[in-house]
């Protein structure tokens, strides 16, 4: 791995997860539904992402690559479903 992500990208990326598990806890409201519903397309596209031939081009090095598609893309695709599930119920 040549290069790290900066402490700024990480510190937003901490801060999205943190409030993605804040939010199913929310008062229910029309903007949770969406705002879970947005959660849920994020982590799809993420797992999407992982396999794509560009981000395989973009993110070559080893073992990120081999964890990505084994481990990460497909818990990123849980994580898209349970918050589906959530917007469904919050919209009912």
């Known amino acids: 791995i040549r290069e790290v992500a900066c402490a700024v990208a ?17 008062p229910a409201m029309s903007i949770k539904a969406v705002g879970l519903l947005c959660m849920a397309v994020v982590f799809q596209w993420r ?3 992982a396999y794509a031939p560009l981000m395989k081009r973009a993110t070559p090095e080893q073992p990120f690559r081999r964890l990505d598609e084994t481990y990460y893309a497909p818990l990123c695709m849980v994580f898209g479903v349970i918050f589906m599930v959530l917007a469904g119920v919050s919209a009912a």
């Open 47 to 49: 797992a999407i992402a």
């Open 10 to 26: 990480c510190s937003l990326v901490v801060v999205v997860l943190l409030s993605a598990a804040g939010c199913p806890w929310f």
